[in-house]
């Protein structure tokens, strides 16, 4: 076991994209838990696009020159606490270090599933997936046979929501991506009918070309250009779900999105926004709709870093689109095996 442990903390508030210089590694003494805590070593961290917004100045946010929270896998390795045994697999939020220490009421013990990855956790049956199935499930009430907009498609919660929609019935599903290798991957592999690279002109012309009649839901990622674009093709009575936009996370000069406001009244749309922490309520509904598909018909997209020296490195990739679907760092001494968890 290592003797010392590695926190990452910000340094300085990002103008735009951040950079390596906005963070540092602070080495310390591997921390001692106290009666009623355990000590975890983490095992697995996720990188999300939220992480960037909480960079900023804002309640809730990042503090500067303290540890960073993060969505995280780890093994008990001291407990003095007999609700925490040591060897037990556990989720918690205090990421963006190799150790932590925690209180039961902190962890979620997870549950054993047979052929299930530990990765899978930290995305299509973590926080990621917990997203898509509530946006689409919740919000959009998605009905069979409706035709899906999603931006930021190649992302984690692109992927996720590409998966379920197809599941659910879903009719022409469309999406947007960075790259002509990632539209390729959503439509060979993820299930979407038609993928538009958004660097390839405005996109409210790329969207009426992958969808010509017109869709029925938008679940947006980005917001900006993609946002307004999606409602001028909405018809009547189409549901927009607001999920992120990471296109104005680094921008926060750009101007908001310009669309015909008539439209929301004259089509009866509906827009909400959506954040995961209001349905935790739903952990369980998703496990009984996505753990059973995990035999083969629904697969994990993910990019996997080795090594939390590289987590920053990480971030930074996913925020300029170096990922296709979740990102998630992986500790080097871990392997891609099913982890012994919890019954």
């Keep these: 076991m290592n003797e010392t442990a590695l926190t990452v903390h910000q340094t300085a508030r990002p103008h735009g994209f951040p950079t390596a210089e906005h963070f540092t590694f602070v080495e310390s003494t591997l921390p001692e838990p106290p009666v009623g805590t355990a000590l ?7 990188v999300d696009p939220y992480h960037r917004e909480m960079m ?5 946010g990042f503090g500067l020159h303290a540890p960073l929270e993060g ?49 899978a956790y930290l995305g299509i049956l973590g926080g990621t997936g917990l997203t898509a199935y509530v946006g689409l499930t919740r919000i959009a009430r998605l009905q069979e046979g409706e035709d899906l907009f999603v931006s930021a498609a190649a992302g984690g919660v692109g992927t996720a929501t590409g998966r379920f929609a197809r599941l659910l019935g879903a009719g022409r599903l469309v999406g947007s991506a960075g790259s002509a ?8 592999e993820v299930g979407y009918d038609a993928v538009f690279d958004y660097h390839d002109g405005p996109a409210a012309d790329l969207l009426g070309k992958a969808a010509p009649d017109g869709i029925d839901v938008f679940v ?3 917001g900006g250009e993609q946002l307004a674009a999606a409602v001028g093709a909405m018809r009547e009575f189409g549901r927009i779900v607001r999920i992120g936009t990471i296109s104005q996370y680094n921008t926060p000069d750009a ?20 954040l995961v922490s209001n349905y935790r309520d739903v952990q369980e509904e998703l496990y009984e709709f996505a753990v059973p598909l995990q035999s083969g018909r629904l ?24 990922n296709t679907g979740k990102t998630i760092v992986r500790d080097r001494m871990e392997s891609p095996k099913e982890l012994a968890v919890a019954e």
């Design 255 to 274: 101007p908001p999105p310009r669309f015909d406001y008539a439209d929301i009244v004259e089509k009866s749309l509906r827009m909400e926004g959506s």
């Design 181 to 188: 290798a990632k539209a390729g991957h959503l439509t060979r």
């Design 299 to 322: 697969a994990l997209d993910e990019t996997v870093v080795d090594g939390f020296e590289h987590i920053v490195d990480a971030f930074l990739a996913m925020l300029r689109g170096g």
């Design 56 to 60: 900023d100045e804002m309640p809730g």
């Design 220 to 222: 947006d990622n980005v």
């Design 71 to 119: 969505r995280t896998i780890g093994r008990v390795i001291a407990s003095r606490t007999p609700r925490l045994a040591e060897g037990e697999i556990v989720f918690h939020r205090q990421g963006w270090r190799t150790h932590a220490v925690v209180t039961p009421e902190e962890v979620r013990q997870l549950p054993r599933f047979d052929g299930v990855p530990p990765t």
């Design 40 to 46: 975890v070593e983490n095992l697995y961290w996720s």
